[in-house]
């Protein structure tokens, strides 16, 4: 992992046992399987956001599985990939919610630079083969995320979305930070309150409460994008 300020906070991790299971693990996977994201990428999410800018932490479960997709943030997808139907879901809730129109792609980038840390529970999957690196030890890794996150003295927004992230729940102790929470956007189960939970404007409300600057969850055209 490259140095972030992240590291400080994260060091005692590498020490552990089951950190170097893990890295044993996805090494095999790597030799024998086409695993994703690409090497560079799995971190991407601590890159593009710092530990002292996080202003939102939104949790998703496994990266994308098919070819291209994953690039270490939650939901996003790189320019030129199409936009998978979860992210389509989180894009008509934003048009519903703020009116912002679905962009030309589905890179979440620019809301990573902001503050938005784009977490998932489980940083690495076998091609093809969702859920294949859960309970491998990258839960605890991040669970230890969220508790540091949570030790911030400010005031973190933190998105739940569908079970899995909503247990979660428990490792975000401390008043001063508010959890938004609502079924996940897949087409299995949107239509069961994440359509019309209005997250968006719940963020920047409890962010411009806490006298912090709300999110721009406007996304620039995909040949605008800084990459």
């Known amino acids: ?13 590498f020490e552990k046992q ?38 939102v932490l939104i949790l998703g479960q496994d990266p994308y599985h098919g070819r291209g997709q994953a690039h270490g943030l939650c939901f996003s997808v790189r320019p030129g990939v199409p936009t998978p139907p979860s992210l389509t879901n989180i894009f008509a809730e934003l048009e519903t919610d703020l009116g912002l129109q679905k962009p030309d792609h589905g890179c979440l980038v620019p809301w ?59 490792l975000i102790s401390d008043s001063r930070h508010v959890v938004i929470e609502a079924p996940h956007p897949s087409p299995l189960s949107a239509h069961r309150g994440f359509f019309g939970s209005r997250p968006f404007s ?22 605008e994008l800084a990459l």
Not at 1 to 13: A, F, H, I, S
Not at 206 to 218: F, H, K, T, V
Request: hydrophobic share 40%.
């Open 1 to 13: 992992m490259t140095k972030t300020d992240w590291n400080p906070l994260l060091r005692q991790e």
């Open 18 to 55: 089951y950190w170097k299971d893990l890295q044993t693990f996805v090494h095999d996977e790597r030799s024998r399987f086409e695993v994703f994201p690409p090497h560079d990428e799995v971190f991407s999410a601590l890159h593009l956001t710092p530990f002292n800018e996080v202003k």
């Open 112 to 170: 990573a630079r902001q503050g938005v840390l784009m977490l998932n529970s489980t940083l690495t999957v076998r091609a093809r083969n969702a859920a294949s690196h859960q309970r491998q030890g990258w839960e605890t890794f991040t669970d230890e995320i969220i508790r540091v996150v949570a030790s911030k003295p400010e005031c973190v927004v933190f998105v739940l979305w569908g079970a899995s992230a909503r247990k979660k729940k428990a």
């Open 202 to 223: 719940k963020i920047d409300e409890a962010l411009a409460a806490a006298g912090r600057e709300p999110i721009d969850w406007s996304l620039p055209p995909a040949d």
